[in-house]
């Protein structure tokens, strides 16, 4: 079975240009580093790096609605996202 978009009966396969994007992806995943990480903040798609413990740094960490420590942005990269929830 190939790769798929959507979730309709009547689902389209994937452009030969969108494969291999995901491909591209997946081989980035198998070597990127473990002291970065991916964040999406409003449609941003953030570069993170972790901290000193290897840990995701948060503002307020103790405190109930922490959110992410903006100083630890190296970049952001320009790939349509969203970190909503199902």
Known sequence: MGILRGGHPDEVPLSR???LAIAALRRL???WPRSLWLFSAS?????MRRGEQGDRVLVAQDEPGASMDQTYVVTSVDIPNDGGDW
Do not use: P
């Open 17 to 19: 240009e969108e494969r």
């Open 29 to 31: 995943a198998s070597r």
């Open 43 to 47: 449609g941003d798609l953030c570069v």
